[in-house]
């Protein structure tokens, strides 16, 4: 056990050794690349705390990350707010939004949770498709990203990619620290308790639909700021950044990553990113491989990536069972 | 004033679209019934139906042919997604079901561009369904008529095979309790093979007559499975009687709304059913479960 957790960390330690080299390894070209990487896995981890923790499949998760995304890139551009407050007013329009949706969708489970939250998706798609004069309609909003100030130190410029790159990586990784965390919390632990029987936790005398409403606040708020990084990286928001196949997109990576473990959705947003841009690089049908590989993997490998990963551990180790 | 002297005719393109939307949903709506399986390839089968008789046309000529053969064709797909996909996956429960469904949307739509390409596909129809007539001083064209008619005629015959025949009170048993229609000693999964063949072939039938009336391209299973998807919930999911009046309903939303509110309808539709799903999830007609 003891081994094991020592194991965790060393590969860990590395794991950020790694983040904090490669921008000294990697061409410009897939710097970028790695930022989109590590914007998708924050997106992945806010979805998984409702798939796998909750149980919960939603089809509309793409309405907290669109509108993290408008929320930082109109204030950028129309108030001039500074990064750090852009980025965290884009989180917590996604929780706003998650507790005016949430106290409605997580009354239900299933299959109506899926459609109910599509329908909201898609109302969300709409209102920024037709409030043309907010979100710019079909021609979406761009705005600059603006430099990051430390009081008293003077302001660090983020248009070299170098700089945006440990940025996202800070932020990333203390969004993801926290989402780590969370599963060891009381609310947490209780998260998982309502997705193998929410009747029980109710008699116990938890306040079930609270908690869900909060759970569900936390997952949107990390989408939203998953969504600003995004919208600030891109320096140019518009619909693609809420439409269904945004929704489908952090359902498929967290799927084919493995929503049993914490790293699953980590590993299938990177895998999702960097094999989109491999394959549409080499054929115009990636889609059409990326939906086969979806469909295998819901088939045989239920658990996803990272559930092959476990099967092929235990099978090489037997012993550590 | 327009508007007003338009109602009768957009009444009409609101009932055309209902009645085609009502042929899709009454399979879903079954399907999710009896199998708990939401089947978000639905829209995808319908698409088919429309391509299959593009290339039918393209290949005979002949329009009446493709109205028979496209939609068993489709019906096959349908078997062969049921029985060797959907039923593997049924031990990890409905959210994998769903998931796969989804996934097989995603390859259809993926595999229908591959195929047919990315632009519209033009269906020439025959000569005696093309042009319009004139009745009571509105003039309307034939094949919406024609339509109409497909989809009255199909409508009548599945209500007598629901309500009257053998298989259909076996089918409306499963619906309702499939493990005791399984106690009684009907082959339950056969009966889910034949009732998603059934959906199918109602989705690609309706692809077929609805292929040249709402225009054949790649993003037509993605636009009708929204609207379907918002019948089955209206109507109550599992009820037939509850999509035809939801379809009907959601027919004339669309054909009248955009008289007034050419930029809300859709919005209203999402509106209608987010709210049937927070005050009524068992929809209209729909049992609680």
């Keep these: ?321 | 004033m327009e508007i007003i002297s338009s109602i009768p005719v957009q009444a009409l393109h609101g009932l055309v679209y209902g009645m085609l939307l009502f042929l899709v949903a009454s399979g879903l709506t079954l399907i999710f019934g009896m199998m708990g399986v939401l089947n978000f390839a639905h829209g995808a089968l319908y698409m088919l139906g429309a391509y299959f008789s593009f290339t039918i046309l393209q290949w005979t000529g002949m329009f009446w042919l493709s109205l028979i053969v496209a939609p068993f064709l489709v019906m096959v797909v349908g078997m062969v997604m049921e029985r060797f996909f959907l039923r593997k996956v049924h031990v990890y429960g409905h959210a994998h079901e769903l998931l796969l469904t989804f996934g097989m949307a995603y390859i259809i739509e993926e595999l229908v561009k591959i195929i047919w390409g990315n632009e519209p596909v033009r269906v020439d129809l025959p000569h005696i369904l093309s042009g319009s007539v004139t009745f009571l001083g509105i003039e309307y064209p034939v094949y919406r008529l024609f339509i109409l008619l497909i989809s009255f005629l199909v409508f009548i015959l599945m209500f007598l095979v629901l309500f009257k025949t053998r298989a259909g009170i076996i089918v409306r048993a499963a619906v309702s309790n499939k493990e005791m229609v399984d106690a009684l000693g009907f082959n339950v999964p056969m009966v889910f093979l034949l009732l998603f063949g059934m959906g199918a072939w109602l989705a690609g039938l309706a692809g077929v007559i609805g292929g040249p009336y709402r225009i054949t391209n790649p993003a037509m299973a993605s636009t009708i499975i929204i609207d379907l998807f918002v019948v089955v919930v209206i109507g109550g999911l599992g009820s037939v009687g509850g999509a035809l009046i939801a379809s009907l309903l959601i027919g004339q939303l669309q054909s009248i709304g955009i008289l007034f509110l050419p930029e809300f309808a859709i919005v209203f539709e999402f509106l209608l059913m987010a709210l049937v799903l927070i005050f009524r999830p068992h929809g209209l007609m729909g049992e609680a479960k």
Aim: hydrophobic share 50%.
């Design chain 1, 1 to 321: 056990m003891k081994r094991g957790r020592l194991i965790s960390w060393a590969f860990f330690l590395m794991l950020m050794l790694l983040l904090v080299g490669l921008p000294f390894i990697l061409s410009e070209y897939y710097l970028n690349l790695v930022i989109t990487m590590i914007i998708y896995s924050l997106f992945a981890l806010s979805y998984n705390i409702l798939l796998g923790n909750a149980g919960l499949l939603s089809f509309g998760h793409a309405a907290y990350f669109g509108i993290g995304a408008y929320t930082s890139v109109i204030l950028f551009k129309r108030l001039g707010v500074s990064l750090i407050p852009g980025i965290l007013a884009g989180g917590v329009s996604g929780g706003l939004l998650g507790l005016l949706f949430g106290a409605f969708v997580v009354r239900l489970g299933g299959t109506y949770f899926a459609l109910l939250t599509l329908a909201f998706n898609e109302l969300i798609y709409a209102a920024a498709e037709k409030w043309r004069g907010l979100s710019g309609g079909e021609d979406g909003v761009a705005a600059m990203r603006p430099a990051f100030h430390i009081p008293g130190f003077g302001g660090i410029d983020m248009f070299p990619t170098k700089n945006w790159y440990y940025f996202v990586l800070v932020v990333v990784v203390l969004s993801a620290a926290f989402c780590w965390y969370f599963r060891k919390t009381p609310l947490g632990r209780l998260n998982e308790c309502l997705r193998e029987n929410e009747d029980r936790a109710r008699f116990i005398g938890y306040n079930t639909y609270a908690s869900k409403v909060v759970i569900y606040i936390i997952s949107c708020f990390f989408a939203g700021i998953a969504g600003a990084l995004a919208g600030a990286f891109q320096e140019f928001v518009t619909v693609t950044f809420i439409n269904l196949d945004k929704a489908a997109e952090v359902l498929i990576m967290t799927f084919i990553g493995g929503s049993g473990t914490f790293w699953g959705p980590i590993l299938g947003g990177c895998f999702l990113v960097y094999f989109n841009d491999l394959l549409s690089s080499m054929t115009e049908h990636w889609a059409l491989i990326q939906g086969s590989i979806f469909v295998l993997l819901v088939m045989y490998a239920p658990q996803g990536l990272s559930g092959l990963i476990i099967q092929l551990k235990t099978r090489l180790c037997p012993t550590k069972q």
